[in-house]
């Protein structure tokens, strides 16, 4: 990701647009309106990316280490890893996650709740590129089992066997990728800004090869990407307030979506079929209602707070948890802002009722 906190227009607009709700056939409220439930205090500043262990009930936050929350008592516990520049989590399975971590390029893996550390997996020697983001986001591909890192200032994608705790191939994508989504079937999806463009790429984990190159028009800076199993579509979002919904088998473009600035992810809840990307200029996250392929539409502009721009949803609850922080001016050399100490929390945006399709 290029900001590190000091750490995707509709196609069926209608009075769901409005934010007020569609209505069933026997006029009863029918979609959840989200709101803030709560604000979990915490401590720390730094942080990227959240993952959450559905099977747990527990979210992950890298930060400086990894900080933890039961989902259930909404507990907090900072630090269950130490660590210096992390950014990437990926739940693993058997009750294990990995984070990597940009200082000495290593990949940890560890028991989810006690913190234990399994493995610890070198990748300097397949990984060459030093820098801030050597390494950066990290996603399952479910069918090989492998997890992919990804160096976002090299354009490395290295794959990692978590169970033999090693390195075991590399796939060079080049420019600079951001965030990935696997469909479950093998394929991971990557996105990456080029010097003019932003693009999909799609790469085929088990013959280690691009196999297709998908355009993202009048996106700036494609950060966050989630995939649509339902529809067998890619939703990816751009720095310049646009979520394009790319279909996932031809590239071709399903929807494009006017959205906040400067969201760094967007998170698809799978069970009721609803996108969410948080606006760090506006301090606002838009809901997206995705029916079907040519039926998607924003129902709902939530406030939060600016600044916010990446977190996780538990799709077993629909709540949406966001990591979120007072900033003042970036501290040199650190470019970004830098977050205020002690005010560090995470949101909960929890739907006020099931949703009804």
Known sequence: MKFTCAASMASSIGIAALGLGSMNAGGAE??????????IPGAGGSWDYAVIDEQLGRLYLAQGGVTA?????????????????????????????????????????????SGKIAATIPTAQDNPVNGNHALDAMVLEPKSG????????????????????????????GGKPEYAAADGKGALYVNVNRSKKSEIVAVDIAARKVTAHFALKG???????????????????????????????TGLEAASIAVGRAADAVMFDSQ?????????????????????????????????????????????????YLPAA????????????????????????????????
């Not at 929350?69 to 009750?95: P, Y």
């Not at 700036?220 to 996932?248: P, R, W």
């Open 30 to 39: 029918s979609t959840p309106v989200y709101s803030v439930a709560a604000e």
């Open 69 to 113: 929350l039961d989902l259930k008592t909404n507990k907090l516990t900072t630090a269950l890893i130490v660590g210096k520049v992390t950014h990437g989590l990926a739940v693993v399975g058997d009750g294990l996650v990995a984070v990597d971590d940009s200082a000495d390029k290593t990949v940890k893996v560890f028991d989810g709740v």
């Open 146 to 173: 492998l997890v992919v890192a990804i160096n976002g200032d090299s354009g490395l994608l290295v794959l990692i066997d978590v169970k033999q705790a090693k390195v075991t191939g590399t796939v060079s994508i």
């Open 219 to 249: 996106c700036e800076e494609a950060t966050g990407i989630a995939y649509d199993q339902a529809d067998n579509l890619l939703i990816s979002v751009c720095g310049n307030g646009m979520a394009k919904f790319i279909h996932a088998d």
């Open 272 to 320: 009721r079929h609803r996108a969410f990307v948080p606006s760090a200029a506006g301090g606002k996250m838009s809901v997206i209602a995705v029916r079907s392929s040519s039926d998607i539409a924003v129902i709902q502009t939530v406030a939060t707070q600016r600044g916010t721009r990446l977190g996780a949803v538990d799709v077993n609850t629909g709540k949406v």
């Open 326 to 357: 007072t900033f003042g001016p970036p501290v040199p050399p650190n470019p970004y802002p830098t977050s205020v100490s002690g005010t560090f929390k995470i949101l909960v945006v929890a739907p006020s009722a099931p949703s009804h399709q």
